[in-house]
């Protein structure tokens, strides 16, 4: 089994910085990707930002430029720096943590912060 604990969310104004942190524990295999997504209320949930092992990343059009995300392997940790928030950016943030392949394929999810970017 695999657990996430994320922290870093909270109440902004337009345009300003947020940084949120996950960190993994458990059995993590030495290949996977971890990375984010958000829910909004009445949507559905989508990728924010992924990042695998070897430093490939995938990001959500609507905030490439604005969003960074790291990670550092040696404390199975991955992090989302972002900046110039929206207030559309508004939602729940989800790490997530995919391992495995085919039918041993398993995602893993955190329980959730929320950001809120208001004035």
């Known amino acids: 089994q695999v657990q996430l604990v994320e922290s870093g969310g909270g109440l902004v104004q337009p345009g300003e910085s947020l940084r949120l942190s996950c960190a993994a524990s458990?059995?993590?295999?030495?290949?996977?990707?971890m990375g984010w997504y958000r829910q909004a209320p009445g949507k559905q949930r989508e990728l924010v930002a992924v990042m695998t092992t070897t430093g490939r990343t995938n990001y959500a059009d609507s905030v490439k430029g604005r969003f960074t995300i790291s990670r550092d392997n040696a404390k199975n940790t991955v992090y989302l720096q972002m900046n110039n928030l929206r207030p559309e950016d508004t939602a729940v943030y989800y790490c997530?943590?995919?391992?495995?392949?085919?039918?041993?394929?398993?995602?893993?999810w955190g329980q959730g912060t929320q950001v809120t970017v208001s004035s």
């Open positions: 458990g059995s993590i295999f030495s290949f996977n990707t």
């Open positions: 997530n943590l995919d391992q495995g392949g085919g039918s041993f394929r398993k995602a893993y």
